[in-house]
């Protein structure tokens, strides 16, 4: 059952440009999530974060906005670099569970074009 | 500070073999978790130790185990390898257990079965 959902396997943005990334998520507990960014022969790398108790969290180019009642968050990066080509993974948890764990999406591949 | 490491890197083995995989998690850190990543899969979560104790596991045949010692290291091991399990597994440490604190993830062991 994927708790976590990111519907578009790729996308492809011009160089300057917004890059949109979407996720949506299906268990109404989970109160964190996460951006990861993989390139291919490297483990997945931390991006951003953000609390259930924010709609919104910046760190430079990188905006991520939570929709809770939509169960939606998106990551947005401002201006899209060449080097932000990788996959990018949604990751949601629940925080203070006891028995927590991270649970991802299936991944979004950002290629940015000069 | 030295970030996650996992060996080996690559590794290849024929079915029925057994296989055993090394994780060092950054220093300081005491919970290490396991995820497996196939194409189109994302990343599938194995299981997930803190202080020696396996906290957490997913929905993975009894084949796939694993352990954590005292200095927090870990390994997986995979006995009688079918060609499914041919995967790149990860390996992501935190300071804390992963629903209170971020996850850093290693490369990667990339397993071929033959």
């Known amino acids: 059952d994927q708790q976590v959902k990111q519907n578009s396997p790729s996308l492809s943005v011009q160089e300057g440009r917004i890059s949109i990334l979407n996720c949506d998520y299906t268990n109404s507990m989970f109160d964190y999530f996460l951006w990861y960014k993989k390139y291919p022969a490297e483990g997945p790398t931390f991006l951003i974060s953000i609390s259930s108790i924010k709609d919104k969290n910046e760190d430079g180019r990188f905006t991520v906005f939570l929709n809770k009642s939509a169960k939606h968050l998106s990551l947005h990066i401002v201006p899209s670099q060449p080097g932000d080509s990788a996959v990018y993974f949604c990751a949601a948890s629940k925080r203070g569970s006891t028995l927590g764990r991270l649970y991802f999406g299936r991944g979004t591949q950002l290629t940015v074009w000069p | 500070k030295a970030g996650v490491t996992q060996t080996p890197r690559y590794l290849i083995k024929t079915r029925g073999q057994q296989v055993t995989l090394s994780c060092s998690p950054i220093?300081?850190?005491?919970?290490v978790s396991w995820y497996q990543q196939t194409p189109g899969q994302g990343l599938q979560f194995l299981f997930e130790?803190?202080?020696?104790?396996?906290?957490n596991k997913g929905n993975f045949p009894g084949r796939f185990s694993g352990r954590q010692f005292s200095n927090s290291r870990s390994e997986m091991n995979v006995s009688t390898l079918e060609l499914g399990d041919s995967a790149l597994y990860l390996c992501?440490?935190?300071?804390?257990?992963?629903?209170?604190?971020?996850?850093?993830f290693g490369p990667g062991t990339r397993l071929t079965v033959l």
């Open positions: 220093s300081g850190h005491r919970s």
């Open positions: 992501a440490s935190s300071l804390a257990v992963p629903s209170q604190d971020t996850q850093y």
């Open positions: 130790y803190f202080s020696e104790t396996q906290r």
